[in-house]
């Protein structure tokens, strides 16, 4: 079977695949991202994950051309607007107020390149409402979240304590997390990666 690369540093996306049972390496991408979203800025948050899937796994197929190259990204649009990672804690108070009792998007892009060239791509998007949580709830969290609060866009790790600031989760869980596997296997299998 072929040799698959994931070309992505994030641990609950490797964690994902480990369960699954996939067998894979790790090759950490180095594209810059906010040079992409600035000169793509005309894109949806949901087409600018999947350009940030693809520009991935593209950069490490080029250093492995025999091996199939995964690449994942995911943005989160709220009101319509693309936000990135937060890059002080002290910011996290005013991005989960605003996102208090309001639905956002986290879109989720993977990309699937051998040789260089596109083999399969997927967009996913899940719709997440979050709970109109007391200001005694907020302080608690704050205190108790730790590295969530700028290891991921939305300030929270859905796996974990985050998972307490929601009301409704419109989408499937591994999704949420940035990895939709179901989708995902079916193309490994396809693409002979896993047993069919």
């Given at each position: 079977m072929s040799r698959l690369i994931l070309a992505s540093g994030s641990q609950i996306r490797r964690q994902i695949l480990q369960?699954?049972?996939?067998?894979?390496a790790t090759i950490k991408s180095d594209v810059d991202e906010d040079?992409?979203?600035?000169?793509?800025?005309?894109?949806?948050?949901?087409?600018?994950?999947?350009?940030?899937?693809n520009a991935k796994a593209g950069q490490v197929s080029a250093q492995h051309p025999d091996a199939f190259v995964l690449g994942a990204d995911q943005t989160m649009e709220l009101d319509g607007q693309l936000l990135d990672k937060l890059p002080r804690r002290?910011?996290?108070?005013?991005?989960?107020?605003?996102?208090?009792?309001?639905p956002h998007q986290l879109h989720a892009?993977?990309?699937?390149?051998?040789?260089?060239?596109?083999?399969?791509?997927h967009q996913q998007t899940s719709t997440l409402?979050?709970?109109?949580?007391?200001?005694?709830?907020?302080?608690?969290y704050l205190a108790k979240a730790g590295d969530?609060?700028?290891?991921?866009?939305?300030?929270?790790?859905?796996?974990?304590?985050?998972?307490?600031?929601?009301?409704?989760?419109?989408?499937e869980f591994h999704a949420v997390l940035g990895l939709p596997l179901v989708p995902l296997l079916g193309a490994l299998r396809q693409q002979g990666v896993l047993l069919s």
């Open positions: 369960d699954a049972g996939i067998g894979f040079q992409l979203k600035a000169e793509h800025s005309g894109l949806s948050p949901a087409e600018i994950a999947l350009l940030l899937a002290d910011l996290a108070r005013e991005r989960l107020q605003a996102m208090r009792g309001q892009g993977l990309a699937l390149v051998r040789g260089g060239q596109p083999v399969w791509q409402w979050v709970r109109a949580f007391s200001d005694d709830f907020l302080d608690h969530e609060l700028t290891a991921s866009v939305g300030a929270y790790a859905f796996e974990g304590l985050g998972a307490q600031l929601f009301e409704r989760v419109d989408g």
